[in-house]
Each structure stands twice: as structure tokens, then as C-alpha cells.
């Protein structure tokens, strides 16, 4: 069969870019559809994208194709610091032909480890963060919206998203609960950390929070200093955005009132599906499944459950690391940390 030229690569949707293969310059594309897009939670190397049909276009190439259309209008992102259900809600708003959730595409998590190792960049970063933008906002039909969630390793690429003129939402959890949920995993916790904190270290914060500063730490402190230092990311751009274009999330009013939330993104987002259509995926089976682990039952009660039970085991030392952080971060409010709720606060929303 013969090759596709880099041309139909390029403008068709259904050749998914996958991977960023920097020894040979290319992009890599694997060929898919709407559909089997739209199943996967991950579309990184946990998706079994490389037994798909594979083209490679040069990075040049790519971007000299797509440098002079306009930035993609039906873009959204859904920004997030993990342990925030950001797999739900991309699957919940996953409404073809409305809306395409992309979860975690592993293209923009291999870009920002270029950024990082310095084999890219600042100004080759913006050029092909501009082409992948748009290679990932290419609408299986017209009218259709595309909304990415960006692992949060790929999180140093919001400062060129947001020249691209989308929408963002910024999920969280709060601090208390983000360190509960690294606990939950035990060593993976503990090895997310490490990796996550070198990362946004390197994107940013390392002269503030040196090795030596780093190794006064208990693992509580450190947890609590990622969420912050990955709020801080968010806060930092904010004001770029201008009015309209962003909302934060907190996770707790998510899951309090799934409804309500869905609809709020639908209008927020333009995405069109409408408040029948959201209201019955709010109140379907996937917010009474693991979104990760679809065979598995979980829901909001089972959530607070478990993080009841590990905070009583983690006792005063999550009190204290709490405490700590805050102190280190005196302007961001523990309760509300990022402006401009698409909900009100979950105290709101439980009442």
C-alpha cells in the first residue's frame, strides 16, 4: 500500500499525532478514528497506538503546512494537577460529534520533556506548540469542538496554549486531598512526586527551592509543596488570559453536583450538547465507576471514604504539613485558590 503523502497526514483527523521522535525531526502519526479516540483514557503509551498504521512527517514540514492557518477556534483545554478526577470529566463532556475529549496525549508530554532537556527552544517550542495545537483541534466534522487534557507533565506548555486562544477549565483538588491521594498509592505515590516535582522545578521554580532546601522535607511536605508549586503555574498565567477564556474547578463541587457542573461546561466550552444530554451523563454509570478502571464501582461516597480512612492513619503529621505549606504560600487561600469558580465552593455545593 502506498504511503500517504504528508499532506492528507496533516489535514486528516483520523491520522492521530502521537509522538514527537526528535532523533529523526519528525512527528509521529497513528491512524485511528472518532470513535477509538474517543474509548481510550490515555492516549499515551498505555493506548496500543503502535500496532495502528504509522506515518512520520519532519517537524518542518509540519509546521511549514500549518503556520499560516488561523489559531483553532474549537479548542478547549481542561488544565489540571492529577487526583482531581480529570478522567471523568474528560470522558463525561466525550460527546462526538459535539465534542472529542484527547486524554493526556503522549505528543505534548514528549514536547515538554524537549523543552525541559533543551533539545527545543523557547522560541521552537512556541512555532511547534502552535502546529501540534493544531494537529490535535482537526474536527472530525464541522462544527465539532475538541477538547485536550494535557497530562500535568506536559503542564510548562500552558504559556504557549495560551496564545492559541482557547478556552481553559483548571481542575483541582485541594492540598489536603492531593496529599491523601499520593498516600493512597504508596511507593507510586511517592515516585509521582519525585518525578513531578523535578519537572515543575525545571519548568521554573528550581533557584527558589534548591537541593539543599529540598532535603530538609518529609514526603508530606513535598506533596503539599508540588500542588502549590503546580497552583502557582496556573495563578501565574491568569492574568494573560483576559476575560472569559478560563475557569478553575475544584473537584469536590464536581462530584457534589455532577449535573450542574457537566452543564456549566457545556455553556462555558460552546460545546452544544445541551443540558438533557448532560444531565444523563451526570446521572449515568460513569460517575458510579472508576474512571481509570471501568470494571470497577467507585463513586463521590467511596471517595471521601477512603480519604476519610487515610487521613485519620496520616493523623497530625497531615495536619502539620498543611500547616507548613501554607505558611510557605501565605497568598493562596486554602479554600479557593484559583479565581473565577465555574461552581461555587464545595462548602456551597454540599450545604
Not at 86 to 115: D, F, G, I, W, Y
Not at 121 to 146: C, H, I, N, Q, Y
Not at 272 to 301: Q, V
Amino acid at each position: 500500500m502506498q504511503a500517504p503523502s504528508f499532506e492528507r497526514v496533516l489535514d486528516d483527523p483520523n491520522w492521530f499525532p502521537a509522538d514527537l521522535d526528535l532523533e529523526s525531526g519528525a512527528i509521529v502519526f497513528a491512524e485511528s478514528n472518532e470513535s477509538a479516540l474517543a474509548k481510550e483514557a490515555f492516549l499515551d503509551d498505555r493506548w496500543s497506538w503502535k500496532r495502528l498504521p504509522q506515518a512520520q512527517v519532519p517537524v518542518a514540514a509540519a509546521v511549514s503546512h500549518l503556520a499560516g492557518r488561523p489559531a483553532p477556534s474549537n479548542l478547549n483545554f481542561i488544565w489540571h494537577g492529577a487526583f482531581c478526577c480529570s478522567t471523568l470529566l474528560a470522558q463525561a463532556l466525550n460527546v462526538p460529534p459535539a465534542n472529542l475529549s484527547l486524554c493526556e496525549p503522549k505528543l505534548l508530554v514528549a514536547l515538554a520533556m524537549a523543552r525541559r532537556s533543551g533539545r527545543v527552544d523557547r522560541a521552537e517550542l512556541a512555532s511547534l506548540s502552535a502546529t501540534v495545537f493544531r494537529l490535535l483541534a482537526r474536527p472530525f466534522a464541522s462544527g465539532s469542538k475538541v477538547t485536550v487534557k494535557p497530562s500535568p507533565a506536559a503542564n510548562v506548555l500552558l504559556e504557549q496554549a495560551v496564545d492559541s486562544g482557547a478556552r481553559m477549565l483548571f481542575l483541582y483538588s485541594d492540598c489536603r486531598s492531593f496529599i491523601v491521594s499520593v498516600t493512597k498509592l504508596g511507593t507510586d505515590g511517592r515516585r509521582y512526586v519525585a518525578q513531578m516535582l523535578a519537572n515543575v522545578l525545571k519548568d521554573g521554580a528550581e533557584s527558589e527551592w534548591p537541593d539543599a532546601r529540598l532535603r530538609e522535607l518529609n514526603l508530606l511536605q513535598l506533596t503539599a509543596l508540588l500542588w502549590h508549586l503546580q497552583i502557582a503555574g496556573f495563578r501565574n498565567v491568569w492574568p494573560r488570559l483576559g476575560a472569559g477564556r478560563a475557569r478553575s474547578l475544584n473537584c469536590d463541587a464536581l462530584l457534589a453536583d455532577p449535573s450542574r457542573a457537566l452543564c456549566a461546561l457545556d455553556r462555558f466550552f460552546a460545546l452544544g450538547a445541551g443540558e438533557s444530554r448532560m444531565n444523563a451523563i451526570a446521572e449515568g454509570p460513569l460517575f458510579r465507576r472508576d474512571a481509570k478502571s471501568p470494571n470497577e464501582t467507585f463513586d463521590a461516597a467511596r471517595r471521601r471514604q477512603q480519604h476519610a480512612e487515610i487521613s485519620s492513619k496520616l493523623g497530625h503529621a497531615l495536619d502539620r504539613a498543611l500547616t507548613w505549606a501554607s505558611d510557605q504560600f501565605v497568598a493562596v487561600a486554602a479554600d479557593e485558590p484559583l479565581p473565577d469558580p465555574l461552581l461555587p465552593s464545595k462548602e456551597d455545593c454540599l450545604a
